[in-house]
């Protein structure tokens, strides 16, 4: 059986082999200009996270469309909801041009939480992509009709009215109280990893409220199962055209969870242009429409000053609000 | 019969040449990432999303199920031959499964397992057609109290597991719970055991886990004996099973079958548990002289587990496709691969991509009947592994393993993780301390304490919720019943001896 390792291995080689044949066929000839070589798209976040469905949606875009004729491998390196990674660009690739990543808000959350050193100041944000925006739901079956019953509820006895969520989205919905006029402090926060956990104690009753990602509620939305009570966003969300925003009923909260790309501090200037034309482009094909509507994506592309007003801005409101939460 | 009508169109897609050709990847990679230490199925799956998305949605969906139950299959070889697990759900049939193979019955051991994963991937295809509808209802009456009980329950048995000094074994589930509570906890990130590093603010792998404590341990014992050949008490009797060995089967491939579809279709249990749970069953329920064959080489010790974690497989994929809510964190994966495609599981799956569906099910049908033909012939072969030379075959394990360890997170870090777990891993077993208890309990306190909080906020730190619902109080009572009735059936046994 000395064979059973020695095939195991050809098989893997043969697997990574057939993986960059269709990528080292299409390399053009010019040498000089930016990208020359392979350009690293790395995710600081596990398999199948949302990072890595932003990442890899992205870099099918952009070969389908034939923007980038360079190999994109992605790579992932989880941890620290993405701070270990987003450390070792700051400290192991400063000055890097072949080296792109992608990050959200939670870059803001881990800082302004002492989670991480790091923020969007010490990286080159190259553009924000997308945004995803936040949906209040309850189950079908809930008393709950609007977001205003749902908010007065919490105000009144906390206690009584536990609400789900993963704990990076906790911050919207304390906004959301605050603007209610109650204490964010005393909300009665269950930690979830993700919609596909909330939606089960949503149902099971364990909890009465949530609050996530659209696209994470989308299916069970649809089928009736779940109730949308408001979209925190700008906007209505188009795939949920019935639901209002927190605006529309009376509560001044747009905070969204954007999503954008970035590389290591000091990334050569010839790069960050080329990424971002190459990420307008990405963001203006026939295919990133169809990810963006089917993963309930508002597409936010943004780049320079206005890129750092807005992230600036951002970030006092995350800071503001972690101060109304109490340190997590 | 709309069930059966889908089925049997899926069928019909599933037997195509070009599908059938994808099954036969998938159940293939599957296996040798089964049997591979340090490769488990979410390493594979994420390795073959790139090269799936060139291919057709059914194509590439069926090759990547295939991946994940062939993966279950593979695990039990290298844990009954040469004790070091591929993946996590296939530990405990490392407990008698490696007995048997010492005694010489590798060859009925391998066989059994093939033939229970089979029966196991195959009722559970089943249950995932025809009891849809139930098990949502199901998985979806179930809350964090009622995981927090199952929980505390499972905790209790792993001492259980194991034959030998209890002492010992509490020690070992001990440190398992230490392992477990490394990393932010859940409900407010707050860092535990972390030291300040951010690498270890997630807590610890479980694949890293399993490979610390049961490859890299017993790769070291063997190397560190400067074996040349393997010990001469492994010499194969048999290659298949005989009457006796089927019979005894029986029972756990049935039993395991139903524990761990349950199991599986319950989100936040999954495989892992299934096959645990199964494992502590068959040893419940066994009698006299086969109660005290577990441990040292009962083939029910390995028909059970190895049922249940396939059945687990199929359980899992029903909240999956169903609610669109995945229960392990490969099922979670795979939820993504379907996005990726343009598929949204959830209720409407079924009547919006019926056909595509119902394929990929089908699929699981015959990928299962292929991994039967391809596995048992190959029971003859697998046993050769025991020919090659310890420091050839370990030095592999250790190979692999670390290999396996850097692909998790691509870090150095996780490197040095595996070593030094490795090295407590080895001490406690050159001393007698149990890891099969201890990797359990690294698996199990971290989703008790998560459901234990979730119900006492829900509950405003109410205590009584646990009584209050009458599911969560069901299964209080039969978990005291399980532990008291012995104690107290033999209390009363010597009260009558005198």
Known sequence: MKRMPLLAMAVVVGVSAAGCSGDAGSESGSSEEYPSGPVTMSVGADPGSGFDLTMRTLVDVLKKEEIVDVAMPIENHPGGASAVWTEQMVERHA???????????????????????????????????????YVVVTAADSPYQDLESVLEAVVADPGAVPVGAASDDQLPFALLVDAAGGDASQIQFVAYDGGGEQSAALLSGDIKVAIGGASEFLPLIESGELRALAVVGDDRLDGLPDVPTAVEEGYDVTISNWRGIYGPP?????????????????????????????????????????????????????TAAFEKIGQQ | MEALEGLLTGLAGALTPTNLVFVFLGVLIGTIVGVLPGLGPITAIALLIPLSFGLEATSGLILLSGVYYGAMYGGSIT???????????????????????????????????????????????????????????????????????????????????????????LIAVLVGMCIGTIGLDAQESVPRWTFGSIELSDGVDIALLAMALFAVPEALRHLSRGERTTAAAIKVQRAWMNK???????????????????????????????SFASYSLERRIAK??????????????????????????????????????????????????????????????????????????????????????????????????LKVPPPLLYGGVIAFVMLGAYALTFSFFSLMLLVAIGLIGYLMQENGFPLTPAILAAVLLPLLELNLRRALLIADGDWTVFVDRPLSLGILIIIAIGVFAPLLLSAARREYAR
Do not use: C
């Open chain 2, 79 to 169: 844990s009954i031959l040469i004790r070091t697990p591929g993946e996590v759900a296939s530990a405990v049939t490392a407990l008698d499964g490696h007995q048997m193979a010492k005694n010489g019955q590798a060859g009925p051991a391998l066989a059994t397992a093939a033939v229970g994963s089979f029966i196991g991937g195959s009722l559970a295809v089943l249950g995932l057609v025809f009891l849809s509808p139930v098990l949502v209802d199901l998985s979806t009456s179930i809350g964090a109290a009622e995981y927090a009980v199952l929980l505390a329950g499972a905790l209790a048995l792993t001492t259980s597991l194991m034959t030998g000094s209890k002492i010992k074994a």
């Open chain 1, 95 to 133: 000055g890097a041009e072949d080296q792109v990543s992608v990050t959200s808000l939670v870059m803001m959350t881990n800082n302004a939480r002492g989670q991480s050193d790091f923020n969007v100041d010490d990286v080159t944000m190259i553009a924000r992509l997308l945004s995803e925006y």
């Open chain 2, 244 to 274: 006796e060995d089927l019979r005894r089967s029986l029972g756990p491939y049935a039993r395991g079958s139903v524990v761990g579809f349950v199991a599986g279709v319950m989100p936040g249990l999954g495989p892992t548990l299934g």
């Open chain 1, 266 to 318: 000091d990334m050569p200037e010839d790069a960050v242009t080329y990424w971002q034309d190459a990420l307008q482009q990405a963001v203006e094909s026939q295919s990133w429409d169809e990810a963006a509507e089917q993963n309930q994506w508002v597409t936010t592309f943004m780049v320079g000053d206005e890129l750092d007003t807005y992230l600036e801005e951002t970030n006092e409101q995350v």
């Open chain 2, 288 to 385: 006299g002289a086969r109660r005290a064959l577990f441990g040292r080489g009962a083939i029910e010790g390995v028909a059970g587990p190895e049922t249940a974690n396939n059945a687990g497989v199929g359980g899992a994929m029903v909240p999956m496709l169903a609610l669109a809510i995945p229960g392990s964190a490969t099922t979670a994966l795979l939820l993504v691969v379907f996005q990726m495609y343009g598929l949204q599981p959830g209720p409407q799956l079924f009547q919006n991509d019926g056909p595509l569906v119902w394929t990929i099910v089908a699929s699981m049908l015959v990928g299962n009947a292929m991994l039967l033909v391809l596995n048992l012939p190959m029971v003859r072969l697998f046993i050769n592994l």
